[in-house]
């Protein structure tokens, strides 16, 4: 039921949106998860949510973090995961704009971001935090906390799940 209901958001937000949704296909899909997990997730962590087994991630805890994310700097499409046991899906965009936009008009799930290259992972969790790997580990040290840090009430560095 948690996938049905997921996927009527995620309608939901598209139509709100005007943001088509373009799916990647599960071969795609597959492969993307594969390529995140050997070059990002630490050791096996069971049915336990990919975010909490990261290898070194920076994060932090905001109600609004997903608002920063049309300032993270990538080029190329930008292909959005949901956690593979709440829902099996892959959504490719265009941009980081067109994902924040989609972003303000959805609720509650847990997502992942990342490009072609594989390069960064970023994710927000169902505790609002906006967690980076990769090539946005540094992004969320470094930019946000230091251009959003007056509005955290938690900065946390190279947290550990």
């Keep these: 039921m948690k996938e049905v209901h997921i996927q009527n958001q995620i309608e939901e937000a598209s139509r709100d949106s005007g943001i088509e949704l373009r799916k990647v296909s599960p071969e795609f899909l597959h492969d993307l998860w594969k390529e995140l997990d050997s070059k990002f997730q630490g050791e096996e962590n069971g049915s336990a949510p990919k975010w909490e087994a990261l290898n070194e991630p920076s994060a932090v805890q905001a109600e609004d973090a997903w608002e920063w994310l049309s300032e993270f700097p ?56 906006l967690i980076g790997a990769g090539k946005a580990k540094d992004w969320v040290k470094e930019f946000v906390l230091g251009h959003h840090a007056h509005r955290l009430d938690v900065d946390i560095l190279n947290y550990q799940f």
């Design 74 to 129: 990538v080029e190329g499409k930008i292909f959005m995961l949901f956690e593979p046991s709440d829902y099996s899906l892959g959504l490719e965009f265009d941009s980081m704009e067109s994902v924040t936009h989609f972003l303000g008009e959805g609720t509650g799930w847990v997502y992942y971001l990342t490009n072609s290259s594989t390069d960064f992972l970023l994710c927000e969790n169902d505790h609002q935090f």
